[in-house]
């Protein structure tokens, strides 16, 4: 046997088999974090704990406030506090002040905001239910907010799970609606849980309600951050444009719950897909076309200006034409041209070019249906930078002239986000009782 074979065979023996991994890792934990039904089924708006890996050496993980906790043996359920970030906990010198004793003093500036909140803010979970049951999350949002008894209170609803900050009369209330067409729904509102500021819970709410005040400021979500297209920052010698935004958070940093923003920049291309098929077709000859054009966009995203979302290109179907006709979901039929004239006042000019197909993710776990969207590639703008951009000085070096702010510049738009969300507090802050302090970002 040769050195090599005796070292592996060595390493072979002392070393666990990949059977014995595999047991090892599926082998539960003798403590474990268990969710409510009603909060494993979630959906894109829907507000969930989140489950942390990574343990501490109590047994729990951080973000383990307000769950179920389950021992072997049985059940136990306790409220936990969240194990926040702390720096203060370990080092002597900073444990109870952080300011300096001697040196020169600087100004700094953070990209971090006050929330303040009651001393005895709580936040109240609800689980709803239907009467006859209703698929529509629309519709389930309709019925609710129409009732005068929840008319007055910030709510935070994704179909199933009703967030209040202020509590109800009763444990249990049942009430009901009318559709438009005249059918009576019952909805049965049954009190779950109050969770105190300090729960995951309540953060990922806090950042669905600052998501609500970027809409409000004309903010389009497009991933997980916000862009304000009505400010593009053109570059017309390279063709793209960068839409302005933010990526925000909202978190607990020791003993404060802070807002986080950071400026972000989405890059887009002004060049729609069909020129980019055509000017591939010119470059590689009509008879591999085809080929090409799957080989370079599949996999791309693209936006679609008349919505801002994005999609992405799974596939191309060469077989459908814009004068083809599809099913509405009222069960009519209208042909692509027909339905971005009548929908978007848009006129296609070409009628031949094929269609891009984008497969959707379902919102709900248990939905086994795929659903596809056809795209028109004459309406739909490439983002990103191409990929032979990092090759190219010139584009690099206009994009960085943007994109890379000097720190005032950073913080002048994080002070104009600040003011504008400040105009906007009265309306959907203040009902959580929330403030919001636009002067927290300076630090000394």
């Known amino acids: 046997m040769s050195g090599r074979a005796r070292v592996r065979a060595r390493g072979m023996a002392r070393s666990p088999s990949a059977a014995e991994v595999g047991r090892m890792q599926a082998s539960p934990s003798p403590l474990s974090v268990a969710l409510s039904d009603s909060e494993a089924s979630s959906s894109s708006d829907h507000v969930g704990t989140s489950r942390i890996s990574q343990k501490y050496e109590g047994g729990l993980s951080s973000g383990d406030a307000g769950c179920t906790v ?148 004309s903010m389009y979500q497009i991933g997980r951050n916000f862009y304000k297209p009505s400010e593009p920052v053109e570059i017309p010698r390279h063709k793209l444009s960068l839409w302005p935004g933010f990526a925000i958070s909202v978190s607990h940093f020791e003993s404060k719950l802070l807002f986080g923003a950071d400026v972000s920049y989405k890059i887009l291309r002004n060049e729609t897909v069909l020129e980019f098929m055509t000017d591939l077709c010119h470059k590689t000859g009509m008879s591999c076309c085809t080929q090409t054009c799957e080989k370079q966009l599949i996999g791309l995203i693209v936006l679609t200006r008349y919505n801002n979302k994005t999609y992405r290109i799974d596939d191309i179907d060469w077989s459908v034409k814009p004068t083809h006709t599809f099913q509405k979901r009222d069960g009519t039929e209208i042909t692509y041209v027909d339905y971005c004239k009548q929908q978007y006042d848009i006129t296609l000019s070409d009628l031949n070019q094929p269609v891009l197909v984008s497969l959707l993710k379902s919102k709900r776990n248990d939905d086994a249906d795929v659903r596809m969207a056809h795209l028109i590639p004459e309406l739909c703008y490439l983002t990103g930078l191409p990929g032979q951009a990092t090759s190219d000085f010139q584009l690099m070096k206009a994009v960085a002239e943007e994109t890379r702010l000097s720190p005032l510049g950073r913080q002048q738009l994080l002070a104009r986000l600040a003011d504008d969300i400040q105009r906007e507090k009265s309306v959907v802050v203040m009902s959580w009782a929330l403030e919001f302090d636009c002067l927290g970002a300076n630090a000394v």
């Open 70 to 217: 389950k021992e072997r043996g049985g059940k136990i359920r306790r409220e936990i506090m969240d194990l926040s970030v702390c720096t203060r906990e370990k080092l002597a010198h900073v444990r109870d002040c952080k300011r300096g004793s001697s040196g020169i003093p600087v100004k700094l500036v953070r990209n971090l905001f006050n929330l303040d909140l009651p001393q005895d803010w709580r936040l109240y979970q609800y689980h709803v239910t239907y009467s006859p049951d209703i698929e529509s999350r629309r519709l389930r949002t309709a019925l609710l907010y129409s009732r005068r008894e929840l008319s007055n209170k910030a709510k935070a609803f994704d179909g199933v799970i009703l967030f209040l900050s202020q509590k109800l009369e009763e444990k249990v209330m049942e009430l009901s609606s009318e559709t438009q067409r005249g059918e009576t729904v019952k909805m049965t509102i049954s009190l779950t849980r109050e969770l105190p500021a300090s729960s995951p819970v309540c953060i990922q709410v806090f950042s669905i309600i600052f998501k609500k005040i970027l809409k409000k400021l």
